[in-house]
């Protein structure tokens, strides 16, 4: 006999009854990670410390901790907005558009200095390349001289040898 709920009347109201399940409905579970305390199917491991990203960490906290926040102009708790709104957003528009097109101008201001000082350092380089350059030059021409003027010495001793460089000298001018 069935109750009024639909139920056999041998099964009542507090009673369980344990029903079999068809294999194709059964839906395969991954695998419990190895005795672990937590219910977490993946655990988090976090990533070795790098002294560099401790770095930018402190640097960031520092950040956050030191600049304040601003909150100026907020709007009221009210529904709609008031006569006055539209003017606080010009207002504060504008304040941002400006303090961008300050930040504009110091990137590119920097960016010429950088560019300046760059090709003034590629100038200098030059320049000290070139007075090298004929520094060697007059090194050479003085060495020259000087072993000119010993062989020349030598050469006085010798007699006809000297007046002989003289004319050879002249004849390849």
């Known amino acids: 006999m069935s109750s009024s709920l639909g139920r056999p009347s041998s099964i009542s109201a507090g009673d369980l009854q344990v029903v079999s399940v068809s294999e194709k409905s059964v839906v ?18 976090p990533p070795p410390a790098n002294p560099e990203d401790e770095d930018l960490e402190i640097k ?24 006055g709104d539209f003017h606080q957003y010009r207002q504060m528009r504008r304040k941002e558009q400006d303090r961008l097109a300050r930040m504009d101008a110091d990137f590119q201001k920097r960016k010429e ?17 070139r007075t090298a350059k004929k ?36 004849s390849d001018e």
Do not use: W
Request: charged share 35%; proline share 5%; with cysteine.
């Open 135 to 170: 520094r060697m030059k007059r090194q050479k021409k003085r060495q020259r001289k000087k072993e000119k003027k010993s062989s020349g010495a030598v050469a006085a001793e010798g007699g006809d040898h000297q007046h002989a460089e003289e004319s050879s000298d002249e």
């Open 28 to 45: 395969a579970r991954p695998p419990l990670p190895p005795s672990s305390s937590s219910s977490a199917i993946v655990e988090y491991t």
């Open 60 to 83: 960031l906290r520092r950040i956050i901790d030191c600049v304040p926040v601003r909150v100026s102009n907020t709007s009221g708790s009210s529904a709609g907005s008031g006569s």
């Open 113 to 129: 200095i950088a560019e300046f000082n760059q090709r003034r350092e590629e100038k200098l380089k030059a320049a000290e390349e």
